[in-house]
């Protein structure tokens, strides 16, 4: 084979490898760019919304890769921000994972200001929105502006078809693409 043919081919597969490495390191989002802006539920009341809740499913996302039963803690801090705790089990290792991080309010009682990084994030930005929940607070959806997180939880383990229905039609109506949610194994 000559040379410069061989060249090109490695120049091919190099260019193949990259694009597919690309596509897969990128995340996709579950709803259209030019979708209307999220609506965040009305009936929040934030002290009602404390507590812990169970992951019953959500968007893929690479801070849960293999995470099973998946709660999320919220208590108030005595500077009067949230305390956040997720915790999950690492299905490959069965080693518990935890995350600590701190939110706020920045619209009403239904948009939160979440970080899990030393960095805060910017002023009046908020990337957790309360999409729904009950007027008892057992379930609620959550999501946030670009589209490429979407959770459902509830304040049990496990919710009947009924309720899970129920919170499908929410991120349906907020533009999400629910094909992409997965199930989460309490």
């Known amino acids: 084979m000559p040379l410069n043919f061989l060249v090109q081919m490695m120049k091919n597969k190099t260019l193949v490898f990259s694009l597919l490495l690309l596509v897969s390191c990128s ?83 239904n948009i939160l200001s979440v970080n899990f990084a030393p960095i805060p994030l910017p002023a009046g930005k908020g990337n957790y929105y309360i999409l729904s929940v009950d007027d008892n607070h057992t379930y609620a959806v959550v999501g946030e502006p670009s589209g490429k997180y979407l959770w459902f939880l509830s304040r049990t383990p496990t919710i009947d078809e009924a309720t899970y229905d129920k919170m499908l039609k929410v991120a349906r109506e907020n533009s999400y693409n629910t094909d992409f949610l997965e199930k989460v194994a309490q």
Not at 35 to 40: E, F, H, R
């Open 27 to 109: 995340s996709v989002s579950g709803r259209p760019k030019d979708a209307p802006p999220l609506s965040p539920a009305t009936n929040v009341i934030s002290e009602k919304y404390l507590g812990k809740w169970y992951e019953i499913a959500r968007y893929p996302n690479s801070f849960e890769k293999n995470c099973i039963k998946v709660t999320a803690q919220y208590s108030i801090r005595k500077d009067g921000n949230i305390e956040v705790l997720n915790s999950c089990i690492n299905s490959t290792n069965n080693k518990l994972n935890v995350a600590k991080g701190v939110a706020k309010f920045v619209s009403a009682n």
